[in-house]
RNA sequence: GACCCCUUCGUCUAGUGGCCUAGGACUCCAGGUUUUCAUCCUGGCAACACGGGUUCGAACCCCGUAGGGGUCGCCA
């Protein structure tokens, strides 16, 4: 296991607290509910799981659902169902906020027995008073995980409130006092929180108990170098998994987007993940998504996925598209595009014409590659030549192809793609012979002798 | 505007004073895999934001400048 290089906070460096090296880690995930999980969140997520993961510690759930307006049981679902799609297990049961506000209430209350705040009506639009926190007066500063050493001159700060003049707690008093409640060690989370940071140190000390560690992500940006906003409307959760992203490979995405075991490694497993994360590694400066890279990324996992998994996955996106396949011809046809697809949505659109005669001609190729002269005669004499073979398997075809080829005088250019486009509509796919092969010479002559009726009559 | 923060190839990054004529990955380009597309392999293009210091020596330290971001709610 690594040096703990984090320092308390206030705490003289070099020293080491009693019990220190014993103490467990304890990260959260504090979203809150709104039916779309961002991957800003969700890569905090996974970094805290992560480090709680690689310090043998515990990662909680808290789902901050006091905006009742957004907090809907069905943006819950929702962010469960992300959760556990990523392979995001917590430990112990989530707490709901919601349900605490009994204790945020009480400790508001503590706060103005001892005078650390003050009830006010701030006019504007609420109606009477509200509880404001009082800040200490004094300098703030705090050794971030990430970043460094941050601080804030004590002019800089001004008191806030924690109390809503309607009765309820603000954010700020709630997520403390839960990370308290929660016995949370480590607070690992966006960017944007920097500044809240100091108002929730002071609070902490306001409340006497102990500092968490902090450390704070940079945001992940748009390729436009942007901060997501909804106009961008891919950057949730749910829309990668919808574009046929594998979990494990958008996991190990996120991970290396804003950290780098400083090694070339790239594709990694997720326990090589959980040995190597520390937080000292995280980037600082924000980060961009690159799909291409991503979508690389997840071809290297569509490969190295066992046999049968891969046959699953394929079955149930033909099923979404109302395919319902021999079992056994379909394994033949999912082993063709075995190390050719790079997403799972890649899957329907290209093994589709093996299911249906009714698939769609892709027009570029019908222009480039079979209005030609003379396909129509190539056709024809592949095609005699198909009938003639005594079976139909990838060596025989294989043979034929070349030899007709050589015999005629012609370039493979000149005659495997059309044969392609003939009975798949498409310019590209699996290799041509073991493609004719599987797909079978009733199908292969129908869909040539379609094709020359439909494109090339004279 | 105020306060904080950030700045290495187009993108993600390695790099913590000499090993850097800056390495890897994605993308792109070229060639190869007994001449289809894709995969795969090999090679190539491509960066230390700028200006000053400090030092024998700076991508790495300091100071400025520019650009970018975050926060400034009785939202979370």
Same mark, same amino acid.
């Given at each position: 296991?690594?040096?703990?290089?984090?320092?308390?906070?206030?705490?003289?460096?070099?020293?080491?607290?009693?019990?220190?090296?014993?103490?467990?880690?304890?990260?959260?995930?504090?979203?809150?509910?709104?039916?779309?999980?961002?991957?800003?969140?969700?890569?905090?997520?996974?970094?805290?799981?992560?480090?709680?993961?690689?310090?043998?510690?515990?990662?909680?759930?808290?789902?901050?659902?006091?905006?009742?307006?957004?907090?809907?049981?069905?943006?819950?679902?929702?962010?469960?169902?992300?959760?556990?799609?990523?392979?995001?297990?917590?430990?112990?049961?989530?707490?709901?906020?919601?349900?605490?506000?009994?204790?945020?209430?009480?400790?508001?209350?503590?706060?103005?027995?001892?005078?650390?705040?003050?009830?006010?009506?701030?006019?504007?639009?609420?109606?009477?008073?509200?509880?404001?926190?009082?800040?200490?007066?004094?300098?703030?500063?705090?050794?971030?995980?990430?970043?460094?050493?941050?601080?804030?001159?004590?002019?800089?700060?001004?008191?806030?409130?924690?109390?809503?003049?309607?009765?309820?707690?603000?954010?700020?008093?709630?997520?403390?006092?839960?990370?308290?409640?929660?016995?949370?060690?480590?607070?690992?989370?966006?960017?944007?929180?920097?500044?809240?940071?100091?108002?929730?140190?002071?609070?902490?000390?306001?409340?006497?108990?102990?500092?968490?560690?902090?450390?704070?992500?940079?945001?992940?940006?748009?390729?436009?170098?942007?901060?997501?906003?909804?106009?961008?409307?891919?950057?949730?959760?749910?829309?990668?998994?919808?574009?046929?992203? @594998?979990?494990?490979?958008?996991?190990?995405?996120?991970? @290396?987007?804003?950290?780098?075991?400083?090694? &070339?490694?790239?594709?990694?497993?997720?326990?090589?993940?959980?040995?190597?994360?520390?937080?000292?590694?995280?980037?600082?400066?924000?980060?961009?998504?690159?799909?291409?890279?991503?979508?690389?990324?997840?071809?290297?996992?569509?490969?190295?996925?066992?046999?049968?998994?891969?046959?699953?996955?394929?079955?149930?996106?033909?099923?979404?598209?109302?395919?319902?396949?021999?079992?056994?011809?379909?394994?033949?046809?999912?082993?063709?595009?075995?190390?050719?697809?790079?997403?799972?949505?890649?899957?329907?659109?290209?093994?589709?014409?093996?299911?249906?005669?009714?698939?769609?001609? &892709?027009?570029?190729?019908?222009?480039?590659?079979?209005?030609?002269?003379?396909?129509?005669?190539?056709?024809?004499?592949?095609?005699?030549?198909?009938?003639? @073979?005594?079976?139909?398997?990838?060596?025989?075809?294989?043979?034929?192809?070349?030899?007709?080829?050589?015999?005629?005088?012609?370039?493979?250019?000149?005659?495997?793609?059309?044969?392609?486009?003939?009975?798949?509509?498409?310019?590209?796919?699996?290799?041509?012979?073991?493609?004719?092969?599987?797909?079978?010479?009733?199908?292969?002559?129908?869909?040539?002798?379609?094709?020359?009726?439909?494109?090339?009559?004279?």
């Amino acid at each position: 296991m690594e040096r703990e290089t984090w320092q308390n906070h206030g705490a003289p460096s070099g020293t080491r607290h009693a019990g220190e090296w014993k103490m467990k880690v304890r990260t959260r995930f504090a979203p809150s509910p709104t039916g779309h999980v961002h991957i800003g969140n969700m890569r905090a997520a996974i970094y805290n799981w992560l480090f709680a993961r690689h310090h043998g510690g515990e990662f909680l759930l808290r789902v901050e659902d006091t905006d009742r307006e957004r907090s809907t049981p069905e943006a819950i679902r929702t962010l469960l169902e992300a959760m556990d799609w990523l392979g995001l297990g917590f430990d112990g049961e989530a707490l709901y906020q919601s349900t605490r506000m009994e204790a945020h209430l009480a400790a508001a209350e503590t706060l103005l027995e001892k005078g650390l705040a003050y009830k006010e009506d701030k006019g504007g639009t609420g109606q009477g008073e509200c509880v404001v926190f009082r800040m200490p007066g004094k300098d703030v500063s705090f050794d971030d995980g990430i970043k460094g050493t941050l601080s804030k001159a004590a002019a800089n700060m001004q008191d806030f409130v924690i109390v809503r003049s309607n009765g309820t707690p603000v954010f700020h008093l709630a997520n403390v006092l839960d990370d308290i409640e929660q016995e949370v060690t480590h607070v690992i989370r966006g960017d944007d929180h920097v500044e809240n940071t100091f108002r929730h140190i002071a609070l902490y000390e306001a409340l006497g108990a102990e500092v968490p560690k902090f450390a704070h992500l940079p945001m992940i940006v748009n390729a436009q170098g942007k901060p997501y906003s909804k106009r961008d409307g891919d950057a949730f959760v749910g829309d990668f998994r919808e574009k046929g992203f @594998l979990p494990e490979a958008l996991f190990n995405y996120l991970a @290396l987007l804003g950290w780098s075991p400083g090694d &070339d490694r790239e594709v990694m497993a997720r326990e090589e993940l959980v040995e190597v994360f520390t937080l000292e590694r995280c980037q600082s400066s924000p980060a961009q998504v690159d799909l291409r890279k991503l979508t690389w990324m997840n071809g290297e996992y569509m490969q190295k996925l066992p046999a049968v998994e891969f046959e699953a996955i394929c079955f149930h996106a033909l099923g979404k598209e109302g395919i319902d396949p021999e079992p056994e011809y379909a394994q033949r046809v999912f082993a063709l595009v075995r190390d050719r697809v790079k997403t799972v949505a890649d899957i329907a659109p290209m093994v589709g014409f093996f299911f249906s005669g009714d698939f769609s001609y &892709d027009e570029k190729a019908v222009e480039k590659k079979l209005r030609k002269e003379g396909v129509r005669g190539i056709l024809q004499q592949v095609k005699a030549l198909f009938e003639a @073979l005594p079976a139909f398997d990838e060596a025989d075809i294989d043979r034929t192809l070349h030899g007709f080829v050589e015999q005629a005088g012609l370039g493979f250019g000149a005659v495997m793609p059309p044969v392609r486009i003939a009975v798949s509509g498409q310019q590209s796919g699996p290799d041509l012979a073991p493609l004719l092969s599987v797909l079978g010479r009733r199908q292969v002559l129908e869909r040539i002798d379609r094709t020359i009726g439909a494109y090339l009559q004279d």
